[in-house]
């Protein structure tokens, strides 16, 4: 008896499966994974933030996945091109060139959506006490013009530069932004991340460094002056938001195309009040409010 109850069991498993096959045609279980799972690739600077929302994200959202990755933004946006990734994060505006990469590849126009407002900073170790540095300073340092902190109001002591990787979207707005594009002194070492070129600076008196203000614990943020009649005006939400605070930008999140789905629901919490709540959480600073 027993036996026969198995044999029957089974017979009825095998009848479901079947059913259930018929019911879900082939590759319909991928669909609906690629569905509810979203890819977020590229910034470094972004990454704490991107983190931050797919976690939120997901709590209010049972059964979708983001997955969330750096790398740099030139990393994202060629994965945008090339499809690997559902939504791209990039510390600068995406070139006129990767558009209509985006567009010849994937047929469609590269979408830009602003997320979060960043200053970027410019650190010291905690123990140096230079006042302050003009944008003209800071460039001149980072060409290798000026070699002593002693030049810039500083104790006397070689200046040792670290950089970011020229893969990244915070190394290429700070030499178009305030490097006039001129070429970096080749004495300056490139890491591969601002939360490195911190800790570098935290272990270096008479490091120079600079990144996102979302990472600039354990070492000193320097006031920048816009020229040397202009104020010293230190990052912070506030001076960001206004404009006031002379190296500060837009942090952008890239689809290829309108979004649509799960990625159109990520993009419009991370601009919803609870997302924009949360950028600031981490570091970053929210949006200016638009007019009504």
Same mark, same amino acid.
């Given at each position: 008896?027993?036996?026969?109850?198995?044999?029957?069991?089974?017979?009825?498993?095998?009848?479901?499966?079947?059913?259930?096959?018929?019911?879900?045609?082939?590759? $319909?279980? @991928?669909?609906?994974?690629?569905?509810?799972?979203?890819?977020?690739?590229?910034?470094?600077?972004?990454?704490?933030?991107?983190?931050?929302?797919?976690?939120?994200?997901?709590?209010?959202?049972?059964?979708?996945?983001? $997955?969330?990755?750096?790398?740099?933004?030139?990393?994202?946006?060629?994965?945008?091109?090339?499809?690997?990734?559902?939504?791209?994060?990039?510390?600068?505006?995406?070139?006129?060139?990767?558009?209509?990469?985006?567009?010849?590849? %994937?047929?469609?126009?590269?979408?830009?959506?602003?997320?979060?407002?960043?200053?970027?900073?410019?650190?010291?170790?905690? *123990?140096?006490?230079?006042?302050?540095?003009?944008?003209d300073q800071i460039k001149r340092i980072y060409e290798g013009r000026i070699k002593d902190w002693s030049e810039v109001g500083g104790p006397a002591g070689r200046i040792t530069l670290y950089s970011r990787e020229n893969n990244s979207g915070t190394y290429a707005y700070f030499k178009e932004e305030v490097m006039d594009d001129e070429d970096f002194d080749p004495r300056a070492q490139t890491l591969p991340g601002t939360s490195a070129v911190v800790n570098a600076i935290?272990?270096?008196? %008479?490091?120079?460094?600079?990144?996102?203000?979302?990472?600039?614990?354990?070492?000193?943020?320097?006031?920048?002056?816009?020229?040397?009649?202009? @104020?010293?005006?230190?990052?912070?939400? @506030?001076?960001?938001?206004?404009?006031?605070?002379?190296?500060? %930008?837009?942090?952008?999140?890239?689809?290829?195309?309108?979004?649509?789905?799960?990625?159109? $629901?990520?993009?419009?919490?991370?601009? *919803?009040?609870?997302?924009?709540?949360?950028?600031?959480?981490?570091?970053?600073?929210?949006?200016?409010?638009?007019?009504?």
């Amino acid at each position: 008896m027993r036996r026969t109850a198995t044999l029957l069991l089974a017979a009825l498993v095998a009848l479901g499966a079947c059913s259930r096959d018929r019911q879900q045609p082939a590759g $319909q279980g @991928e669909t609906n994974r690629r569905a509810s799972t979203l890819t977020i690739k590229g910034s470094d600077t972004l990454v704490m933030l991107a983190q931050r929302l797919a976690e939120a994200f997901m709590h209010k959202n049972p059964g979708l996945t983001v $997955q969330v990755t750096g790398g740099g933004s030139g990393t994202g946006i060629a994965a945008l091109i090339n499809g690997t990734t559902e939504i791209a994060t990039a510390s600068r505006p995406m070139k006129e060139s990767e558009k209509a990469q985006v567009q010849a590849r %994937r047929e469609r126009p590269a979408v830009e959506h602003a997320v979060a407002l960043d200053g970027i900073a410019i650190y010291v170790h905690e *123990s140096n006490p230079v006042p302050h540095l003009t944008l003209d300073q800071i460039k001149r340092i980072y060409e290798g013009r000026i070699k002593d902190w002693s030049e810039v109001g500083g104790p006397a002591g070689r200046i040792t530069l670290y950089s970011r990787e020229n893969n990244s979207g915070t190394y290429a707005y700070f030499k178009e932004e305030v490097m006039d594009d001129e070429d970096f002194d080749p004495r300056a070492q490139t890491l591969p991340g601002t939360s490195a070129v911190v800790n570098a600076i935290a272990k270096d008196p %008479r490091g120079i460094g600079f990144g996102g203000i979302a990472f600039g614990s354990g070492i000193r943020t320097v006031p920048v002056k816009k020229d040397e009649q202009a @104020e010293a005006v230190a990052p912070s939400l @506030e001076t960001v938001t206004n404009g006031t605070y002379p190296i500060s %930008r837009k942090l952008f999140m890239y689809t290829a195309g309108e979004p649509t789905g799960i990625v159109a $629901q990520f993009l419009e919490f991370a601009l *919803s009040p609870e997302g924009q709540a949360l950028a600031e959480k981490a570091g970053y600073y929210p949006l200016r409010p638009t007019a009504p």
